[in-house]
């Protein structure tokens, strides 16, 4: 429900870059991710994946990730699987299972200063590292941009898993505050959310 924490994805040194990048204006998703990992929580480490699977909507969406604080190696943070952008889009289980990753992938990581972002397209593979410190906590956050003439899922303009509706989210905000529902201003193709689709087909 911070305030700061849905600003900071719109903040003009991010966007920037990305409107560079796109050469258009840029839409940045309403749904934000907050990212925490305990010491030893290996099992809550996430597997590689391409962004793309969740995301859906334009392919040409890039993930700007954000440590909360510094991120060093052994607090983990996150890799990329170097060129593996150009291999498409893949199965998502057998990314996940490691069956599709080589053995011979490099696997490309440094360690983050509060301040720093990491810009991937949303067909790179990557994945999360390991906490392995005995008492810090891991804090990161991830947004999603892409063209605003692209279209967007409909998922991607609700609350992160649905743990919450918008309402809840601004219940403390100003009322006539310019980042409340601020998509809705913003013409653009929403298609009908991805995994809703999905599961009908499969019924």
Same mark, same amino acid.
């Given at each position: 429900?911070?305030?700061?924490?849905?600003? #900071?994805?719109?903040?003009?040194?991010?966007?920037?870059?990305?409107?560079? #990048?796109?050469?258009?204006?840029?839409?940045?998703?309403?749904?934000?991710? #907050?990212?925490?990992?305990?010491?030893?929580?290996? #099992?809550?480490?996430?597997?590689?994946?391409? @962004?793309?699977?969740?995301? &859906?909507?334009?392919? +040409?969406?890039?993930?700007?990730?954000?440590?909360?604080? @510094?991120? @060093?190696?052994?607090?983990?943070?996150?890799?990329?699987? =170097?060129?593996?952008?150009?291999?498409?889009?893949?199965?998502?289980?057998?990314? =996940?299972?490691?069956? %599709?990753?080589?053995?011979?992938?490099?696997?490309?990581? +440094?360690?983050? $200063?509060?301040?720093?972002?990491?810009?991937?397209?949303?067909?790179?593979?990557?994945?999360?590292?390991? +906490?392995?410190?005995?008492?810090?906590? &891991?804090?990161?956050? !991830?947004? =999603?941009?892409?063209?605003?003439?692209?279209?967007?899922?409909?998922?991607? %303009?609700?609350?992160?898993?649905?743990? *919450? $509706?918008?309402?809840?989210?601004?219940?403390?905000?100003?009322?006539? @505050?310019?980042? $409340?529902?601020?998509? $809705? !201003?913003?013409?653009?193709?929403?298609?009908? *959310?991805?995994?809703? &689709? *999905?599961?009908?087909?499969?019924?």
């Amino acid at each position: 429900k911070l305030r700061l924490f849905h600003e #900071l994805p719109h903040h003009e040194c991010i966007v920037s870059v990305l409107e560079t #990048l796109f050469d258009e204006p840029v839409f940045v998703h309403p749904r934000h991710i #907050l990212h925490i990992v305990f010491p030893g929580g290996d #099992l809550a480490t996430t597997p590689p994946h391409q @962004d793309f699977h969740p995301v &859906r909507g334009a392919q +040409n969406t890039w993930t700007v990730w954000t440590p909360l604080g @510094d991120c @060093d190696a052994e607090l983990g943070g996150l890799a990329l699987a =170097r060129g593996s952008n150009r291999r498409g889009f893949l199965k998502d289980n057998d990314v =996940r299972s490691w069956n %599709l990753i080589q053995d011979s992938t490099e696997w490309a990581f +440094n360690p983050f $200063k509060c301040g720093d972002v990491l810009m991937f397209h949303s067909l790179t593979i990557h994945r999360g590292r390991d +906490n392995l410190t005995r008492d810090r906590i &891991r804090f990161a956050t !991830s947004a =999603r941009y892409q063209p605003v003439n692209e279209p967007v899922d409909e998922a991607a %303009l609700g609350v992160h898993m649905g743990c *919450a $509706k918008w309402e809840e989210v601004y219940s403390g905000w100003e009322t006539d @505050d310019p980042l $409340k529902y601020y998509w $809705k !201003s913003i013409d653009m193709e929403v298609e009908p *959310a991805y995994h809703r &689709r *999905a599961r009908k087909r499969s019924e």
